[in-house]
Nanobody, 125 residues
Framework: QVQLVESGGGSVQAGGSLRLSCAAS????????MGWFRQAPGKEREGVAF???????NYADSVKGRFTISKDSAKNTLYLQMNSLKPEDTAMYYC???????????????????WGQGTQVTVSS
């Protein structure tokens, strides 16, 4: 059974940093992708950052240069380092995993079949 558990959210002032963690169990991260999505109240869920098992990464334009996705294989944990946070980054952040074998990371949330429970990030101005 696949389980994704996020942690690390919180409240921070604009310009601050947070690091989100996603502890994965039961998931085979091979030839597929994991990523981070976020959803603000009244808005659709949007992709933030993705990492293929081969190591390639891609980011939403809104977070490029500020967010970094990484993985600690020994700990089976995916991270999202978020720097220079802005109030518009406020959202519930979700870790997701796509078990389908692909050569690229899909950005459509409907392609991801495993999800964590989410962790709230609030950035005040």
């Amino acid at each position: 059974q696949v389980q994704l558990v996020e942690s690390g959210g919180g409240s921070v002032q604009a310009g601050g940093s947070l690091r989100l963690s996603c502890a994965a169990s039961g998931y085979t991260y091979s030839n597929n992708c994991m990523g981070w999505f976020r959803q603000a109240p009244g808005k659709e869920r949007e992709g933030v950052a993705f990492r293929h098992s081969y190591g390639s990464k891609n980011y939403a334009d809104s977070v490029k240069g500020r967010f970094t996705i990484s993985k600690d294989s020994a700990k089976n944990t995916l991270y999202l380092q978020m720097n220079s946070l802005k109030p518009e980054d406020t959202a519930m952040y979700y870790c997701a995993a796509d078990s389908t074998i692909r050569g690229y990371c899909a950005t459509d949330p409907y392609r991801y079949n495993y999800w964590g429970q989410g962790t709230q990030v609030t950035v005040s101005s």
